[in-house]
T-cell receptor, first 110, second 114 residues
Framework: KQEVTQIPAALSVPEGENLVLNCSFTDSAIYNLQWFRQDPGKGLTSLLL?????REQTSGRLNASLDKSSGRSTLYIAASQPGDSATYLCAPKPGQNFVFGPGTRLSVLP | NAGVMQNPRHLVRRRGQEARLRCSPM?????VYWYRQLPEEGLKFMVYLQKENIIDESGMPKERFSAEFPKEGPSILRIQQVVRGDSAAYFC????????????FGPGTRLLVL
């Protein structure tokens, strides 16, 4: 059974800092891994999707890496902004459905 | 191309009533997934459906919960005789296929059981 953990559980940083969110998963047999963003009371916004054959994906200020063999993924956010404040969810996909981590709650202070 | 639509966005029910949550997948998507997010918990998979078929319901509670995805119309998640512990956000996602493809999530239905 796939277990997903995310560290840290919460993070508060001043605007402009670069930061790293960590995700670990127990079963390396995955099709892909996706990072989502969830704003309070809202749905999920897809950020980056990394296929199992890929090592990283980049979109703007976001960069996600995947080390399938060690069961780890990181999300790097450069030059953080207050608008980045949200909960970030890591979700590997071992079968037909995603298995979500508990999330990292990020606050970027102006 | 409209995204995944869910309605209602908010639903209030009293204990013992029935709740019906609807999900219209993106155009051209024939795979629908339901997830539940309990308060202060992560999202958990409930059920995966294709048109007229339940493919995987391993995450569904054994009683009171059912799901369908008819040939025509939206997918329905039905909760009978709701209890306070059913209060949660229910998210629907759709995809054109499975495996390495992503899923597109709807805005969710927030169910409150009084």
């Amino acid at each position: 059974k796939q277990e997903v953990t995310q560290i840290p559980a919460a993070l508060s940083v001043p605007e402009g800092e670069n930061l790293v969110l960590n995700c670990s998963f127990t079963d390396s047999a995955i099709y892909n891994l996706q990072w989502f963003r969830q704003d309070p009371g809202k749905g999920l916004t897809s950020l980056l999707l990394i296929q199992s054959s890929q090592r990283e994906q980049t979109s703007g200020r976001l960069n996600a890496s995947l080390d399938k063999s060690s069961g780890r993924s990181t999300l790097y956010i450069a030059a953080s902004q207050p608008g980045d404040s949200a909960t970030y969810l890591c979700a590997p996909k071992p079968g037909q459905n995603f298995v979500f981590g508990p999330g990292t709650r990020l606050s970027v202070l102006p | 191309n409209a995204g995944v639509m869910q309605n209602p966005r908010h639903l209030v029910r009293r204990r013992g009533q029935e709740a019906r949550l609807r999900c219209s997948p993106m155009k051209g998507h024939s795979h629908v997934y339901w997830y539940r997010q309990l308060p202060e918990e992560g999202l958990k998979f409930m059920v995966y459906l294709q048109k007229e078929n339940i493919i995987d319901e391993s995450g569904m509670p054994k009683e009171r919960f059912s799901a369908e995805f008819p040939k025509e119309g939206p997918s329905i998640l039905r909760i009978q005789q709701v209890v306070r512990g059913d209060s949660a956000a229910y998210f629907c996602a759709s995809s054109p296929g499975t495996g390495g493809e992503t899923q597109y999530f709807g805005p969710g239905t927030r169910l409150l059981v009084l």
